[in-house]
DNA sequence: GCATTTTTGAGGAACGTACCTCAAAATGCG
DNA sequence: CGCATTTTGAGGTACGTTCCTCAAAAATGC
């Protein structure tokens, strides 16, 4: 049988009530009996059973994810991954409520977190682009001891306490060492980003360049082109790019819109002529990766990202030590070959069969 | 509030008692009655307080890990890894042993395993080569209701309920991928592992052997060698094929001892030059990799896998459902820039630092 | 309609911890 | 030493569920 805080009682030949006012860090203990209690504590190697402590605490969870209102299959596919894992969590006292915000609108979303302490949050994931006005809004929030972790982007000047995403700087690296050593080593690449003003792409532009000017030289790197989150524009100029430059044997996309991409490459004739290699492993991706047209896929493993920040705030909340190796997310290369059978890590849910 | 089982009674205007007995599925019940319960529960969305159950059941989980006693690196990081998920899983009433049995002998490993109904396991996880007296082993196991899963090599014919690892055969279509493309199509590839005779290899090589038939008609891949887990028999087949077979230019590691490799490609002055793609990110092959020794390492995440095996013996005990997505575990591919930091998947634990 | 069986209700104890109160004991101080 | 103050003890209730008993009520068969 496990001991008990009864049995480190009658161990530390004081009382219950003490042992629980040291274990809880209650003042009114000499620290002479603090010792006597930690000792057979120690003794006896307990270890506090959480379901007993929460279930008396009736602590409850309740957590915010904020996430803006786009369309984007990513987006969807996380909010999908948010819900599961919400779903999941449900029996251990954690109840997580999804708010979207205005892609565009800072104020409209400093409004929405400035609501939240109010409505009794634990914790709250967000998701959103950096703005001055954003700082203050988590600033705020956790001063008064609301949690914040940044989701999937980091938003370091917040002060947040954690992020919960991949190294984007590694994923670029990533994506360059692939590329460099698909092309071998020559050729020309056409490198494409939603818009550089997400600290992610930049992360992503500044790895892959580190690899391709370290380690392969004959490959040349053209600049980034934004689209904007517009497949239009994106058609468009890959269109272009691919007439005017004939050495371009490779395109690195940095963001979505997968979609569009190959699209365009089957219009013109390119469809699985060109190394490929992509963020985000959604249904289009996977298809695309299993017909070929796309050559890799680097992505995160969302269903891990949603438990991951679910058990972040949880710790946060309780201002618990986190297990660093469990919450690291990694970065993952999918390839026709590893292609995960379904589910989980995927955009593959609920929302898709809809 | 979240409702309890009183609201149900009340909304469902029955007893508690009766509640009771449809939640937990006890006889005694009038189908109508049953359905009158099931109605109030959707009603209310009521969901069952797993930590107030498990208290109250005061269900304890203790499980047994069942790891042959060999030296190996990855056997050592594997017994690591499960320690520490069975340390962190403490604090919900579960705990967690670890068996060691002779490597080459059966007949202990079943004698072990027949010994443990009597101890008041919940569960055991079992790394073993699938002899015909282990089947009936476990088979005897799970017949006195305790749940068995595989852990890192499956166990098929067994019956086993679950496997715990990755798709060794997807694993090997994965080298080959990277192998193909890696050598631009052309050349010779060694391939080593340690026993035909374990089933993981046997799959790992059958992916291989697709990826390169169909995708790299210009790579040939060796007849494998097998090293029998003795680095002088590995020194010495690699040095004398490398001289005999100049065509060379990849080799394909399926088991462990990549420390025996990499010092004799050192010694006849390869180190390097041949792209090198090995299983299992080790203390060792993590350094190689930073060296550029080695080109790819495909692996699993040993943290995932302890986590995992805790979590579905646990849901087995209890036959419950499995989360699928979450208890997959993926196949990673690490190169030298998507090594991670530290920790968790790897074998940089406890052990190594004593 | 009666006896028999099945179904239901009421209540209580238990799991291990948290948190509260009030009184008793120990300690420190002048 | 006596006083005020700090520390400790004893006991209780609560959390939401499980599991038990015993009696009462309802349904069933003949």
């Known amino acids: 049988m496990r001991p008990t805080v009864n049995d480190i009682a009658r161990e530390a030949g004081v009382s219950l009530a003490t042992v629980d006012r040291v274990l809880n860090a209650r003042p009114g203990v000499r620290e002479k009996t603090v010792q006597a209690v930690n000792d057979a504590i120690a003794r006896l190697g307990y270890v506090r059973d959480l379901t007993a402590a ?39 006292r954690t109840e997580l409520r999804l708010h ?27 998701m959103a682009p950096e703005t001055p006005v954003l700082r203050d809004a988590v600033r705020s929030l956790r001063a008064k001891g609301v949690p914040v972790v940044a989701l999937v982007s980091d938003l370091p000047t917040t002060g947040r306490d954690h992020f919960v995403g991949i190294d984007n700087r590694a994923a670029g690296r990533t994506a360059g060492v692939l590329m460099g050593r698909f092309l071998g ?20 532009r500044r790895g892959f360049d580190e690899v391709m000017l370290r380690d392969f030289p ?3 790197a053209l600049p980034s082109l934004e689209t904007h989150g517009s497949s239009r524009l994106l058609r468009q100029a890959v269109a ?28 013109i ?24 047209e796309i050559t890799a896929v680097i992505t995160q493993n969302l269903g891990h990202l949603a438990r991951s920040t679910l058990r972040v705030l949880r710790a946060k909340a309780d201002s ?18 590893n292609l995960p059978l379904t589910a989980d890590s995927e955009t593959t849910t609920a929302s898709d069969a809809a």
């Open 54 to 92: 929460n279930l008396a605490r009736s602590r409850t969870y309740r957590i915010a994810a904020v996430l803006p209102d786009t369309e984007s299959q990513f987006i969807q596919s996380l909010a999908a991954a948010l819900q599961e894992a919400g779903q999941a969590a449900a029996t251990s």
């Open 320 to 337: 618990q030590p986190l297990d660093e190796g469990q919450e690291q997310i990694r970065i993952e290369i999918v390839l026709r070959e």
């Open 100 to 126: 979207r915000f205005p892609a565009e609108d800072p104020h409209a979303l400093a409004a929405l977190l400035a609501d939240l302490p109010g409505k009794g949050y634990a914790g709250v994931a967000l």
């Open 218 to 220: 004959g490959v040349e």
């Open 185 to 204: 080593n020559a050729g020309q690449v056409l490198v494409l980003g939603s818009s550089l003003l997400a600290r992610d792409m930049v992360e992503r």
């Open 269 to 292: 004739g390119q469809s699985g002529k060109l190394i490929l290699i992509c963020h985000e492993l959604t249904l289009h991706s996977r298809q695309a990766l299993q017909s070929g």
């Open 240 to 267: 272009e790019r691919l007439a005017n430059t004939p050495g371009i044997r490779g395109i690195y996309a940095m963001g979505d819109g997968h979609r569009a991409l190959t699209q365009v490459l089957d219009e």
